[in-house]
């Protein structure tokens, strides 16, 4: 989850940063639920920011909520005008302030690896979505595809930053805890650190939940 402290001073300039990395993990993640969504489905985006992950998914027509713990990454988000509702929320420490079943569709892009445990997010992330609802979401992998088994994997950034790299049967385990089936999948390249070349890799995965339709 964006912390407020860690994004209040650049929020403004977050959006050209991203350029900068050739960050395109939005635009695979909307090529991945496009199949999946219609006009009109509500959905959650945890971690919003400033809302990069979610606009092509308001243009479409799907209302987008969003919540975040960086009430300047909120500004940002707000002045798009592409969100019907903004709420400040840190998931790391607050439940999702909206009743069970709530939202068609749940994502959350370039997120999760800033947390060790995911248990907390991945269950009220499924309490909020319908049955056969869908809920998206990226973790950070190596080039190779990621961290085996149920291992997760600490990694400090240059900005002094600690990740997680969560294994593959960590996921697949939290998958089947709550009741989600993944349907798709894809390693991506995240980003390039336009200084040194460095890049960071993704999985995107798209998962339903139970057997229903959504409706």
Same mark, same amino acid.
């Given at each position: 989850?964006?912390? &407020?402290?860690?994004? &209040?001073?650049?929020?403004?300039? =977050? ?8 960050? =395109? ?8 639920? =496009? ?11 945890? #971690? ?9 998914? $308001?243009?479409?027509?799907?209302? !987008? ?32 302030? @909206?009743?069970? +079943? ?9 997120? %999760? ?18 049955? +056969?609802? *869908? ?6 992998? /190596? ?8 291992? !997760? ?11 997680? %790299?969560?294994?593959? #049967? @960590? ?12 349907? $798709? ?10 200084? /040194?070349? +460095?890049?960071? @890799?993704?999985?995107? =995965?798209?998962?339903?939940? #139970? *057997?229903?339709?959504?409706?």
């Amino acid at each position: 989850m964006t912390d &407020s402290d860690d994004y &209040s001073d650049f929020a403004a300039q =977050y959006d050209s940063m991203i350029e900068q990395f050739q960050s =395109y993990a939005d635009a695979a993640v909307f090529g991945l639920m =496009y199949d999946r969504v219609e006009p009109g489905d509500k959905i959650l985006d945890i #971690g919003i920011g400033t809302g990069l992950a979610s606009e092509r998914l $308001a243009r479409y027509g799907l209302s !987008v909520y969003g919540i975040d713990a960086s009430q300047a990454m909120l500004r940002e988000c707000e002045k798009k005008r592409m969100a019907k509702e903004l709420r400040r929320v840190d998931v790391s420490r607050e439940q999702i302030p @909206y009743e069970d +079943g709530f939202f068609q569709h749940v994502l959350t892009c370039g997120v %999760l690896h800033f947390f060790e445990s995911l248990d907390d997010v991945f269950r009220e992330a499924v309490r909020v979505l319908k049955d +056969g609802g *869908t809920f998206t979401f990226t973790v950070m992998a /190596d080039r190779d595809g990621g961290v085996e088994g149920r291992t !997760v994997t600490r990694r400090q950034t240059k900005w002094g930053r600690e990740v997680f %790299l969560q294994g593959r #049967g @960590y996921i697949t385990e939290l998958c089947s805890q709550n009741g989600l089936k993944p349907v $798709a999948w894809l390693l991506v390249l995240g980003d390039v650190d336009p200084e /040194d070349g +460095g890049k960071n @890799y993704y999985w995107i =995965y798209v998962t339903r939940k #139970g *057997t229903g339709t959504g409706e």
